[in-house]
């Protein structure tokens, strides 16, 4: 449709999550009116944050060095675990200031159409945090629509012969939205009213 790298730009935009083929367009040509030294700065962005951000090696939140800043907090209290599906929730959740534990994040959820199951998950490591008798309750903390649903299911009869509480996040979360979309206040409720889970 367009020459060279115009066309090579709104197919790179396209390609990324939410942005449809107009979206694309139009950030392209906001991009080529733009002055040289915001479009540098965007560009400085985008190839800082691939190069620098990384993943803590506890938790799987995105982290500056090897651990998070969650992990390193020693304030945080090591007997709670908040399972999350991305970094994102983690950021939801610290906005309700109602959870003084730390996180794991599992990078998704279980969707065998997308062919994600357990094993592509970061519930290995979550096993492994949970062998040493340190922890005591695991809050479930996945979106309230059918995959995160899944995968609670999953985890809870993971963690069902463990010694530990294993609790679910109450309702009043919109069902079929994403955590990251609730309000603090409804997240925070649903933190204080969280449910135990199976037996
Ligand atoms: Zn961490």
Do not use: W
């Amino acid at each position: 449709m367009y020459e060279g790298a115009v066309q090579d730009l709104i197919d790179e935009l396209g390609r990324l999550p939410g942005v449809g083929p107009k979206s694309a367009q139009r950030i392209a040509f906001h991009i080529l009116d733009s002055d040289p030294a915001d479009v540098q700065r965007l560009a400085t962005a985008l190839t800082e944050a691939k190069a620098r951000v990384r993943f803590c090696e506890v938790c799987g939140n995105v982290a500056q060095s090897e651990k998070c800043q969650i992990c390193v907090d020693p304030r945080r209290i090591d007997s709670v675990i908040c399972v999350v599906e991305e970094s994102k929730d983690v950021v939801a959740v610290e906005r309700t200031r109602e959870f003084r534990g730390r996180y794991h994040v599992l990078g998704g959820v279980i969707n065998p159409i997308d062919g994600i199951g357990p094993n592509e998950l970061r519930i290995r490591e979550l096993m492994t945090r949970l062998q040493d008798d340190t922890v005591k309750e695991v809050i479930l903390a996945m979106d309230p629509n059918v995959e995160g649903e899944a995968t609670a299911a999953y985890l809870a009869r993971l963690l069902g012969s463990m010694e530990i509480r294993v609790t679910r996040l109450a309702s009043g979360l919109p069902v079929g939205g994403d955590l990251e979309f609730a309000d603090e206040v409804t997240l925070g409720r649903a933190f204080e009213g969280r449910t135990l889970v199976g037996s």
